[in-house]
């Protein structure tokens, strides 16, 4: 079996790494964080003290980081170290799965192929629970001989490939998506105050809105109203989950990416305003779907 090197070790690139050991890949992992690595590697995992430690002797790098200077760094290298286009062999195949710019990762995607490496952007959907069962969506920029290796690395970590187009496309779908999800939150959670203000029950609203005409995800899967469903992190105080600032730095990079191609986003620009502010008190680092608590009655 292959041995895949796993970089970036967080809330989602964990589960990532540990779902590759239980399909059987060799598992070579680093990140700065000592506890990480410890956790996969008590997994089976080898743990490694560098990045280029983890890449060397591997068949497959797959990188989770956490915004595209890190991605660069990584992969192009610094002031301080070579990056791994420097180090690693020249067959090794290179996915980055970091919601990052698409203006990065095309940069690394093209310099990668200068060199003669396949290289696959690859940001998932899917969220911390879609990582533990291995159900991601996998949505992939770069040329079509390097989609077609990755696919069965990614196929051990998710459920759905999508191959968006050349490099940086996968990027920039991503980013569309969370713009998308990010509205339909707001919108899911206002409904569903105004309907708890007027007496109903948000569980009893939730099942007829979900099977009407304003059905979406986040009723479907990801209901941000406390016990509605018990297994999603509104019915867990809010932990867990997609950060409240994570969905900042992608709303972030959706109107970065509007402004350059003169795209009228107005709700999405609206969804990064709510949601910095939501950050601003205190909020970052529970999951995106407590912004319902800025619309509902709390003293009701």
Known sequence: MSTVAFIGLG?????MAINLLHKGYNVRAFDLVADA????AAKGA???HSAVDAA?????VVS?????????ALYLGDSDSEGLLQTVAEDTLLIDCS?????TAKEVSLSAEDKGFDFVDAPVSGGTSGATAGTLTFICGGNVAAVERAKPILSAMGSNIFHAGGPGSGQLAKICNNMLLSVLMVGTSEALSMGIDNGLDPKVLSDIMKVSSGGNWALEKYNPCPGVMPEVPASKGYQGGFMVDLMVKDLGLSQETALKSLSST????????????????GNGRRDFSSIFEQFCNKKA
């Open 99 to 103: 919601t990052i710019d698409a203006a």
């Open 56 to 60: 060397t002797g591997a068949d497959v």
């Open 266 to 281: 107005p709700m999405g620009a609206l969804a990064r305003a709510l949601f910095v502010a939501h950050a601003r008190n």
């Open 46 to 48: 080898t743990a490694c």
């Open 64 to 72: 989770m980081l956490p915004a595209g200077k890190h991605t660069r």
């Open 37 to 40: 690595v410890a956790a996969v």
């Open 11 to 15: 809330n989602m690139g964990l589960p």
